[in-house]
């Protein structure tokens, strides 16, 4: 195996498995969870046959949770919603407002992070957006009847 081809799989794995990793937390605190799990055994299934075999399954879970985001109205303006409101907050914290009369520590704890912690909601809003557009446009037709079941069986 040349030095090329042994630092495309290192790098192929390193990546694979900081994505696992990175869904599974994202699993349990805010961030695109599945989507990020998928791609890391998506990456992972090219080194290895475990992680093969262990994708379709993700991929189903992932495709479920796409369709049933837009199977009602109310879910869809529920998560427009979520967006505006990850936008909204990304930019008021990245704008450091002042810290309100209630706020019982020291005004340097007022949301710490400044612009760091802002850009990281907005970008979260906006591949939040980017999934609700995609499981809108593949997964619902103009009765609102969900696709799902037609693409997970071909």
């Keep these: 195996m040349s030095a090329k081809s042994t630092g495309k799989h290192?790098?192929?794995?390193?990546?694979?498995w900081i994505l696992v990793i990175v869904g599974?937390?994202?699993?349990?605190?805010?961030?695109?969870g599945l989507l990020a799990l998928f791609a890391g055994m998506a990456m992972l299934a090219t080194q290895y046959e475990w992680a093969d075999r262990r994708l379709a399954p993700v991929k189903k879970a992932a495709l479920?949770?796409?369709?049933?985001?837009?199977?009602?109205?109310?879910?869809?303006?529920?998560s427009a919603f979520g967006v505006c409101l990850?936008?909204?907050?990304?930019?008021?914290?990245?704008?450091?407002?002042?810290?309100?009369?209630?706020?019982p520590v020291r005004d340097k704890w007022w949301l710490v992070g400044g612009?760091?912690?802002?850009?990281?909601?907005?970008?979260?809003?906006?591949i939040a957006a980017a999934m609700l557009v995609y499981s809108?446009?593949?997964?619902?037709?103009?009765?609102?009847?969900?696709?799902y079941s037609e693409q997970t069986e071909a």
Excluded: C, H
């Design 10 to 16: 290192v790098l192929l794995q390193g990546a694979g």
């Design 136 to 147: 809108y446009l593949n997964f619902r037709n103009d009765d609102g009847d969900e696709r």
């Design 64 to 78: 479920r949770g796409a369709a049933d985001s837009v199977k009602t109205w109310v879910r869809i303006l529920l």
């Design 115 to 126: 612009w760091g912690t802002g850009a990281t909601l907005i970008g979260s809003g906006i």
């Design 86 to 103: 990850l936008i909204g907050l990304g930019i008021y914290w990245g704008l450091s407002a002042a810290a309100p009369s209630w706020w």
């Design 24 to 32: 599974l937390a994202a699993m349990v605190l805010p961030g695109p």
